[in-house]
């Protein structure tokens, strides 16, 4: 079976542009969360989304926004970026919304200069 | 603040030694994850501990949990030089699957 898969691998973009990152989960698996890990930091969670709703939202400006559709594929928007939003994109399925182990994609490397 | 806090933040060790890496946490839990990290990359998912559990064995891991002193640690037994690598503790915590991450342990075996 297919893990996590993330698109795209790297992605260069220039401060103030907009960007869309995607994510399909384990087939099976109804939620979706996204993680920013900066540079020698751990990830920090940024949305969970379970059957199509949002159902967390970590501590990130309204410039950050998601989806997730019927197929439980997810998308991470990223509007006006910063020099501050450059760091590796993460996604994670898992089967249940709580409590269950996480399957993280090997995400999506984001460069703002 | 990150919820985890792992110690050491680098070990290094010589292959078939033991790593023992340990995890502190502030506020009470639902479980108790712990990844692996290559190079940027993303996460492996290694071993879950649950807040009634003590103890986890999964091949050469073994996971530990003490809710009352709120701190978990990862022993790998007979190390080798593939499991160098940034390994990180995470706690379920809220009433979602939101993980909360230390900044992790980079532990390096030498052939």
């Known amino acids: 079976d297919a893990g996590v898969t993330q698109s795209p691998t790297h992605l260069i973009k220039t401060r103030g542009q907009q960007v869309t990152l995607r994510c399909s989960p384990i087939s099976g698996h109804k939620s979706v969360s996204w993680y920013q890990q900066v540079l020698g930091q751990g990830p920090q969670f940024i949305f969970q989304?379970?059957?199509?709703?949002?159902?967390g939202r970590g501590n990130f400006p309204d410039r950050f926004s998601a989806r997730q559709f019927p197929n439980y594929s997810s998308e991470l928007n990223v509007n006006a970026l910063l020099l501050g939003d450059s760091a590796l994109y993460l996604c994670?399925?898992?089967?249940?919304?709580?409590?269950?182990?996480?399957?993280f994609g090997p995400g999506t490397r984001l460069t703002v200069t | 603040s990150q919820q985890g806090e792992e110690d050491p933040q680098a070990l290094s060790i010589q292959e078939g030694e033991n790593a023992t890496m340990n995890c502190s946490y502030k506020t009470s839990i639902n479980n108790l994850q712990w990844y692996r990290q290559n190079s940027g990359r993303g996460l492996v998912h290694l071993i879950l501990?649950?807040?009634?559990?003590r103890e986890k064995h999964s091949g050469r891991l073994r996971v530990t949990l003490d809710t009352s002193k709120k701190s978990s640690s990862l022993l790998i037994t007979a190390s080798r030089a593939a499991d160098t690598a940034s390994y990180f503790c995470?706690?379920?915590?809220?009433?979602?699957?939101?993980?909360?991450f230390g900044e992790g342990t980079q532990l390096t075996v030498n052939p």
């Open positions: 994670a399925s898992s089967w249940l919304r709580v409590g269950n182990e996480q399957y």
């Open positions: 989304y379970y059957e199509k709703e949002e159902r």
């Open positions: 501990i649950r807040s009634n559990e």
């Open positions: 995470a706690t379920d915590w809220a009433s979602g699957s939101r993980l909360t």
